[in-house]
DNA sequence: CTTTTATACGTAAACGTTTACTCTAATTTT
DNA sequence: AAAATTAGAGTAAACGTTTACGTATAAAAG
């Protein structure tokens, strides 16, 4: 049988309280009882109930963490940060993979409810009204990470506008004018759009005309629709020079399609990612990026979410800085 | 304030005895009362409380699962796997990533233990002694995958030896007889040892003589390994056609020093990776491994686990098949 | 030496459930 | 019609903690 604080109690001869106390680090024993209890507790292997303490407390140390896809390489970056952070302070994390579109969402918000976590992350998941609606009911606090609303939710993420400016402003200094661009789908307003129009922007800044042939429009952030895009892209705008992909699996599709169709990268053609996952380490040839910060990105936003939960004051949102990694998927002109 | 059985037993003038009945659908209440309490229910917007459940019940619906990197790609596809299976049957999963070594992997189980977590999975975490004594005191069911132990835990993974022997063996039927071997450690009893007794074994069984300077042994699995053996390996023997690499980052790394030192695969150099991970199909060429099932490894051990929770008995060790992906990174010679 | 104050505890209620037990009234059996 | 059974409910204890409150003893103050 496992024992309890009752069980520590009877063995050091002292009142649950006292035990209680000793555990917490109150006040309100002698040393020499503080020592006969300790030696109860090791000798009997006692541990705490975190549930029972959950309960009187109403505190689980523990938060859940919301993500489209635990196993895609962002996520996973992103989820170490935040069971650093969280782990450090003293909290457990619940990971829910969202994947499966539909109602799970909102499923796995009823059983964070249901186990009363403390706090919950939302990590590159969409804010949907119907979920806001849930949160505020649950009454805890919430972090955006790599994502953003239009509700009053404290994020952080990066600027995807000025990260692809940068990205597109990067391949112009180095002599290219004649740039394609391969977006996720617009209609994601985070990761779409948004760096699409840093895009445009850079061309516009650095007064180069945008064409509209050399964008080409995705269904996803994937490898797949990397690879499925240069030959479509190149089929419209033969002679562009460098490319700017929305993510660093699209650009490492990019790669892969050069490859088969012959194209020397970076000689004939340029690409600069977005991510800096390990992936554009390991590319072939290694490839150059606009890093996001994503261990940082959640290491960050489970300190403030913790930040939040400890001091009861809202966090102020947070834009991390972004980089360039220059490796060699790039050519002068 | 949130509301409680007792203000939804209020609500609906009934005592909480019934609204727990109700709640857990047993007998005991007329079809009358069941609607009046559901209609507080959704009225009051109640949700039971699984901490104070927990409490009762002795059962929070949670495992634990250990992992040494959570952000690694194998650690991901798995996890995904795990999660599924729990979410499936009710359960959710706190994720606790050891990496940093040391003592982190213990404060974590007395974590879990604190937690009253139902469950645990050890993920290519390797059990050690002491961990060992710890899960023992907890009494809860324990599942090791991709990992085995000398104690009598039940395990899910693929037979190591066999699937490097697999891989070997392509190579060979392939027409290559010169083919060297980059291992991990082989202090690794479980995933580095097993691969490079495969690999001696599929050369024995073939008439192939054992070269030792073919065999590289590194310091780890990881993408760097791979890169930076590849020259050492070349230099002690010039001849090889084919590489047996022991994991998909390590053949990635070949990949790039390969492209480096200018030769060509696969017409010059052959090479097979190992798990299968997502780069595996990204790389350039497009590198044919051997596949490990990671979501499935993930999916049946959480399945395993959550088998001996409901009966009680002891989940029986399963193997899973290896097969091998062909893709571009072997020529025929 | 009495009174006050601080220290070191113990008692019991509370957290939100589940469940064994009890009770009443209705229904079935004899 | 009386007895036995059953359906529908309520009461209260239990799970393992924390903590407000009470109390006895010892030390300090007068």
Known sequence: ????????????????????????????Y???????????????????????????????????????DVSSMLS???????????????HSVIVCHTASRGKRTLKYLQLLREKRVDGIIFASERMLEEYYEV?????????????????DIPFVKVDD??????????????????????????????????????????LYKNGIQLRQQNIVVTKGFGYEHGRDSLSFL??????????????????????TSAYKLGIKVPDQLSIIGYDNLKIAEMAIPPLTTVAQPLYQLGKE???????????GEKAKSKILPHRIIERQSISKR
Do not use: W
């Open 1 to 28: 049988m496992i024992p309890t604080i009752k069980d520590v109690a009877k063995h050091a001869d002292v009142s649950i309280a006292t035990v209680s106390r000793i555990l917490n680090s109150q006040t309100g």
């Open 30 to 68: 002698s040393e020499k009882t503080k020592q006969k209890v300790l030696n109860s507790i090791k000798e009997l292997g006692y541990q705490p109930n975190a549930v029972a303490r959950g309960l009187i407390n109403k505190k689980t140390q523990t938060i859940g963490v919301l993500f489209p």
């Open 76 to 90: 996973s970056a992103i989820l170490k940060g935040i069971e650093d952070a969280a782990h450090n302070l003293g």
């Open 135 to 151: 949160v505020q009911q649950m009454d805890v606090p919430v972090i955006l990470i790599s994502t953003e609303s239009s509700y």
């Open 161 to 202: 506008k000025r990260a692809s400016y940068s990205a597109t402003e990067y391949l112009v200094k180095k002599g290219h004018c004649n740039i394609g661009f391969i977006s996720g789908p617009i209609e994601d307003k985070i990761a779409g759009l948004p760096r699409l129009e840093g895009f445009k922007q850079a």
């Open 234 to 255: 190149l089929e419209r705008s033969p002679d562009i020079t460098g490319i700017v992909a929305a993510s660093d699996e699209i650009a490492v599709g990019v790669l």
């Open 301 to 311: 936003g489970a300190e403030m979410l913790l930040h939040m939960l400890i001091t």
